[in-house]
């Protein structure tokens, strides 16, 4: 079965620090481009960082650059997220999505996700 | 940027339901939609503007190019209840329209 599992996410202070984790399972992770996509509470999708396979190649929104980064492991199929400098507006679920722009979507969209890992940033 | 219309909509079952997303710029045919459930991630619907993922039923389809688009559920169900989102993916940042609600009368 393909599967993406989210942790790390938990109730930390403005300014402080997360990393998130996610293990893929069920497919060639190293293979496909993935995201970090998150979802504020009662609020809409927000695309939050891409890497490429090899992780030459990466991608921020401009709400987390320079306090975000996204990395991968593939000897240990998984994805990261160390966040940095949090805020109040960063409390969201964060879920983790596999990329399936060069595989079978011609563009990077979203074909496989996580259960999602909630981050609270709140004093 | 996407703009989502209408934000919620109401129909019974067997209705024709259509959701329009509009790009900011020329996005080509690059967007997907994605179907999402309370407490649940996001399904991944359509790319292409209407290429259908594997297991999708057939009353969704997906029509457009450029800056308008359109998403329609030919014979609304209920299981259908739910919120629905286009992502444009002609360039990064990749972004999301704000959302449909779609409920069932």
């Known amino acids: 079965e393909v599967q993406l599992v989210e942790s790390g996410g938990d109730l930390v202070q403005p300014g402080g620090s997360l990393r998130l984790s996610c293990a893929a399972s069920g497919f060639t992770f190293s293979q496909y481009e993935m995201n970090w996509v998150r979802q504020a509470p009662g609020k809409g999708l927000e695309w939050v960082s891409y890497?490429?396979?090899?992780?030459?190649?990466?991608y921020y929104a401009e709400s987390v650059k320079g306090r975000f980064t996204i990395s991968r492991d593939n000897a240990k199929n998984s994805l990261y997220l160390q966040m940095n400098g949090l805020t109040v507006a960063d409390t969201a679920v964060y879920y983790c999505?596999?990329?399936?722009?060069?595989?079978?979507?011609?563009?990077?969209?979203?074909?496989?996700w996580g259960q999602g890992t909630m981050v609270t940033v709140s004093s | 940027q996407m703009t989502q219309s209408p934000s919620s909509v109401s129909a019974s079952v067997g209705a024709r339901v259509t959701i329009t997303c509009r790009a900011s710029q020329d996005i080509n045919s690059w967007l997907g939609w994605y179907q999402q459930k309370p407490g649940k991630a996001p399904r991944f619907l359509m790319y292409s503007g209407s290429i259908l993922e594997d297991g999708v039923p057939s009353r969704f389809s997906g029509r457009g190019s450029g800056t308008e688009f359109t998403l329609t559920i030919s014979k609304l169900q209920a299981e259908d209840s739910a919120t629905y989102y286009c992502?444009?993916?002609?360039?990064?940042?990749?972004?999301f329209g704000g959302g449909t609600n779609v409920e069932i009368k």
């Open positions: 999505a596999r990329d399936c722009g060069t595989t079978s979507c011609y563009t990077p969209h979203f074909d496989i």
């Open positions: 890497i490429s396979t090899s992780g030459g190649s990466i």
């Open positions: 992502q444009q993916a002609n360039s990064f940042p990749l972004t």
